[in-house]
């Protein structure tokens, strides 16, 4: 895995400046940054910037070849960074959305078959039956290679442009909550990723497990939040928000993560130092189906990773994946195209 670098290193070299959690700002903020914050003060990125910088943040400024090359799509664009991602995250789904090219992310991650252990999609397209006004669809009439597993009949579909010259983040959270939210009602939960992972996932209803996922806070699982803002911020400008709705834990084993527990799930998960490990797993973890807690923000000053503000929740076992799979409620495209 590479290093990764010190945002206030970063300052001291000729890189264009990134927003990030907790950390001055030197200068004033420009529009392509204030475009991913949020006017109620909430913020859900660790990092805000272009990506040459995030690049050099990540240790991988080899990509900026990518940048400089017109024989290339990818551009210096301004991307977030999502609080509780794993390591090189960017990276990840910038290859998931056809910008980067496989030879790329085998000279990063230096093994392939770590790079991606699950295959991806190369459909990335909205279904083209799709329109601005929820309809209610059958799984396969979306996603024609679907397997019903437990999928509800039918599923409201949509898909929607994102508003204001600049993919205003707090104009379509905002946007996105009266519209569409607002009417669902309570006990929502949300997931946010990209095109082609949403097409695999209809055909195997199962986390996408790669060695940099295997990061994520909570161990390999099926990621689902509270926070709209979160999954706004996993999707990317052209990515899917699911929307699951009264879920049925009842019969099913969940492990509510606080405290110690939470603290040495985390620690073992990215990689951290843990004294007598098997002494310190949380009880039922064996049988667990369910994992809920807090999700990890990074403090940028101690490195360490703390509960922050919203919470998660992880299908871990057939049996949790498939109480997510059955109460799909809505899903929602996101289109920045212009």
Known sequence: MRDER???????????PVWAAGIEFPGVIPEEISQYLYKDGEQVSLFIGPL????WLEGVEELEELIRDPAY???DEYRSIPQGSPRLWIVSILFEEGKIPAIFMDKIYEEPVRRQASALSYTSSIPPNLTTTPTQNRIQDIFPFARLQSFPPTISCIKTKLKGKKNN???NYVDLMNTFINSLGGNLLYKGLSRSSTVSLASLFAPLVSSNTLQNGFGPGLYATSSLKYALDYAGPDGVILIFKDIDFRP?????????????TVDYWTGAT????????????????????????????SKQRVPGPDSQVVGVSYAGLNAFASALHMIIWLDSSR
Do not use: C, H, M, N
Request: proline share 2%.
């Open 6 to 16: 010190d945002i206030l290193d970063l300052y001291a070299t000729d890189y264009q």
């Open 52 to 55: 040459s910088s995030l690049f």
């Open 73 to 75: 799509v990818l551009t």
């Open 169 to 171: 983040r707090d104009e």
């Open 252 to 264: 099913l084993v969940k492990i509510d993560l606080a405290g110690e527990d939470w603290r040495t």
């Open 274 to 301: 843990i004294s007598d490990v098997t002494e310190r797993v949380p009880a039922l973890w064996e049988r667990s189906d369910i994992l809920q807690g807090q999700i990890s923000v990074k403090d940028l000053r």
